[in-house]
T-cell receptor, first 113, second 115 residues
Framework: AQSVTQPDIHITVSEGASLELRCNYSYGATPYLFWYVQSPGQGLQLLLKYFSGDTLVQGIKGFEAEFKRSQSSFNLRKPSVHWSDAAEYFCAVFGGATNKLIFGTGTLLAVQP | DVKVTQSSRYLVKRTGEKVFLECVQDMDHENMFWYRQDPGLGLRLIYFSYDVKMKEKGDIPEGYSVSREKKERFSLILESASTNQTSMYLC??????????????FGEGSWLTVV
């Protein structure tokens, strides 16, 4: 069965530091992968997605993610974090046979001044 | 831009009440979804619909039903609300079952408290 693991529940980084949020997936075929961000009390906003092609995907707000099939990973990165990036981040995989989007449990990012 | 609108952001209901959560999307999307979000559990799919009057159970359908009478509107119904249904409910939609067009867009969420 398809699944998504985000091993880090909570991460704290300093403003200006680089960021990497981990995501591992389990899926038999070529996965469709997504990263969403959720600010407190809000819905989910799509940051970026991978369907095929270039394995380095650029998204909004300066984020990027790299699909690594050999590691079953789709880690989210940002070179310099801003205080406004504090939010919860969700990785998701689209389970084609079931037509469902399967989410990880999220990583809560705190940004220190 | 795609807009998914959940009409009620915050609701407080009593145990046993019938609760309706409404969701409307304005982009002629075929698929609509209801998720609930709880701390430490992430998002879990309750029901989804891929066409008018069509519905399929998600991972946690117990205690819920849905209605899709029009393409743009998808309602989640709690027939008899219970305190364990206190949660954040997120509606979402996507264009098609075609994988190449299957980005899912979310509404801002409805916070339901059952007392």
């Amino acid at each position: 069965a398809q699944s998504v693991t985000q091993p880090d529940i909570h991460i704290t980084v300093s403003e200006g530091a680089s960021l990497e949020l981990r995501c591992n997936y389990s899926y038999g075929a070529t996965p469709y992968l997504f990263w969403y961000v959720q600010s407190p009390g809000q819905g989910l906003q799509l940051l970026l997605k991978y369907f095929s092609g270039d394995t380095l995907v650029q998204g909004i707000k300066g984020f990027e993610a790299e699909f690594k099939r050999s590691q079953s990973s789709f880690n989210l990165r940002k070179p310099s974090v801003h205080w406004s990036d504090a939010a919860e981040y969700f990785c998701a995989v689209f389970g084609g046979a079931t037509n469902k989007l399967i989410f990880g449990t999220g990583t809560l990012l705190a940004v220190q001044p | 831009d795609v807009k998914v609108t959940q009409s009620s952001r915050y609701l407080v209901k009593r145990t046993g009440e019938k609760v309706f959560l409404e969701c409307v999307q304005d982009m002629d999307h075929e698929n609509m979804f209801w998720y609930r979000q709880d701390p430490g559990l992430g998002l879990r799919l309750i029901y989804f619909s891929y066409d008018v009057k069509m519905k399929e159970k998600g991972d946690i359908p117990e205690g819920y039903s849905v209605s899709r009478e029009k393409k743009e509107r998808f309602s989640l119904i709690l027939e008899s609300a219970s305190t364990n249904q206190t949660s954040m409910y997120l509606c979402a939609s996507s264009l098609s079952l075609d994988r190449s067009r299957n980005t899912i867009y979310f509404g801002e969420g409805s916070w339901l408290t059952v007392v």
